[in-house]
């Protein structure tokens, strides 16, 4: 068999493990093997296909790993609508006491405070974080 062959089976083999670990960096590498099948293919020696390969490789790894992609979002949980639901819900304060209160929020007593900027008046709030058992809230 032609050395461009091995190349692409290796390819392969990358890319069906890459399906099992959800990130990008094998198909990556897979991406540089096939510059290897190419480099094969256009008859160059197995030493200048495997640094093809390498170098496509390692690219396109770094390349990946610079873009949004090849790092995961690191943001506050406590603030993050994705980990919890009440992020970005509504509630009404009646009155507020030194800039907190006691609320019925989905059918339990909540401790409320206010955000830094908002207004400790009577009204509807927006929840902007939760800390725990309290609930940071902002205007509406």
């Not at 690191?74 to 919890?84: E, K, L, Q």
């Given at each position: 068999m032609a050395d461009w062959i091995y190349w692409l089976v290796a390819a392969g083999v990358l890319v069906l493990f890459e399906l099992f670990t959800g990130t990008f960096y094998l198909l990556m590498i897979a991406i540089g093997v096939g510059f290897g099948a190419l480099a094969a293919l256009m008859g160059l020696s197995l030493p200048a296909q495997t640094i093809a390969a390498a170098v496509v490789g390692l690219v396109a790894t770094g390349l990946l790993h610079r873009s949004r992609f090849g790092r995961p979002a690191?943001?506050?949980?406590?603030?993050?609508?994705?980990?919890?639901?009440?992020?970005?819900?509504?509630?009404?304060?009646?009155?507020w006491r030194d800039g907190k209160a006691r609320v019925m929020y989905r059918g339990a007593l909540w401790d409320v405070e206010l955000a830094p900027g908002a207004q400790s008046q009577a009204g509807v709030f927006k929840i902007v974080e939760v800390q725990g058992s309290r609930l940071i809230v902002a205007g509406a």
């Open positions: 690191r943001g506050d949980p406590a603030r993050d609508r994705n980990v919890n639901i009440d992020i970005g819900q509504h509630l009404t304060v009646e009155a």
